[in-house]
Nanobody, 124 residues
């Protein structure tokens, strides 16, 4: 059984940096790609970034390009989201997701497994 556990969220100030982690357990050998999504109150879940489990090919949303960096440590079965120069509009619950599918990197429907989420609040 696959399990994804996020950590690293919290309350920060605008301009700060922090790193989210997503630890995967279970049968991760079937993963093709992992991703981060976020959901702010009253809004739909939004794609943030994705990375292939092997090869490390990346996708990033335009809203975070140049500020957020996704990476993975396959040996630790962990994906990270380095968040720099955070803004109040980055406030959301951040979710980690994993898929065995090779399509739809920014599409939440393409992901088979989800974590419980970690809250990030950015104050101005």
């Amino acid at each position: 059984q696959v399990r994804l556990v996020e950590s690293g969220g919290g309350l920060v100030q605008a301009g700060d940096s922090l790193r989210l982690s997503c630890a995967a357990s279970g049968d991760t050998s079937s993963f093709y790609r992992m991703a981060w999504f976020r959901q702010a109150p009253g809004k739909e879940r939004e794609f943030v970034a994705a990375i292939t489990w092997r090869g490390g090919f990346k996708w990033e949303a335009d809203s975070v390009k140049g500020r957020f960096i996704i990476s993975r440590d396959s040996a630790k079965s962990t994906v990270y989201l380095q968040m720099n120069s955070v803004k109040p509009e980055d406030t959301a619950v951040y979710y980690c997701a994993a898929t065995q599918q090779g399509w739809g990197a920014p599409n939440a429907n393409a992901y088979d497994y989800w974590g419980q989420g970690t809250q990030l609040t950015v104050s101005s």
